[in-house]
T-cell receptor, first 111, second 113 residues
């Protein structure tokens, strides 16, 4: 089955730790995106990548980092510099900027 | 700056009671408007894309329409399984090849049996 997978579903982070969220797609999509969702707010763009080995900052990139070494994979690292990381993180992909399709999400909680 | 406002924030309907959700947008030039459905704890599920004023699309009990300033998601004779948060997003021409989306905060729909 084609689709987008995110892991883990739930993630707990201690203060000062870096954590990495996984996003994999087998849809052969060129573009991949990371969003953050907080209660009562719309999705906000963190980073996006249109091709392998290239990515751009979104609206709220501070405290996050990404890599795009393979077309299928776009991992997101939440660094200790992110002051309020507790949120629901969503990965999406699309073919050349058309409709974005989303993964199931990762809920990150800071202990 | 692109902006999307959805109303109402929450809507409770009785099963079979038709209604509409509103998405008002401000964008320099609209490339596309997207509707998604999101169930609690899950990722958004794509419903519709609308590209130009006057365009309409339908899927089962849902019908999306678009004007130059807003979009409506009409729900006809809803069922409890239609309960979800409905998200609206716009894609501006100015977003270039990145095709970034600007999302509204959603309308939480509850359909009571």
């Amino acid at each position: 089955d084609g689709g987008i997978t995110q892991s883990p579903k739930y993630l707990f982070r201690k203060e000062g730790q870096n954590v990495t969220l996984s996003c994999e797609q087998n849809l052969n999509h060129d573009a991949m995106y990371w969003y953050r969702q907080d209660p009562g707010q719309g999705l906000r763009l963190i980073y996006y990548s249109q091709i392998v080995n290239d990515f751009q900052k979104g609206d709220i990139a501070e405290g996050y980092s990404v890599s795009r070494e393979k077309k299928e994979s776009f991992p997101l690292t939440v660094t200790s510099a992110q002051k309020n990381p507790t949120a629901f993180y969503l990965c999406a992909s699309s073919t050349s900027g058309d409709t974005q399709y989303f993964g199931p999400g990762t809920r990150l909680t800071v202990l | 700056e692109d902006q999307v406002t959805q109303s109402p924030e929450a809507l409770r309907l009785q099963e079979g009671e038709s209604s509409s959700l509103n998405c008002s947008y401000t964008v320099s030039g609209l490339r596309g408007l997207f509707w998604y459905r999101q169930d609690p704890g899950k990722g958004p599920e794509f419903l519709f894309t609308l590209y130009s004023a006057g365009e309409e699309k339908e899927k089962e009990r849902l019908k999306a329409t678009l004007t130059k300033k807003e979009s409506f998601l009409h729900i006809t004779a809803p069922k409890p399984e239609d309960s979800a948060t409905y998200l609206c997003a716009v894609q501006a021409i100015s977003s270039g090849s990145a095709r970034q989306l600007t999302f509204g905060s959603g309308t939480q729909l509850t359909v009571l049996p």
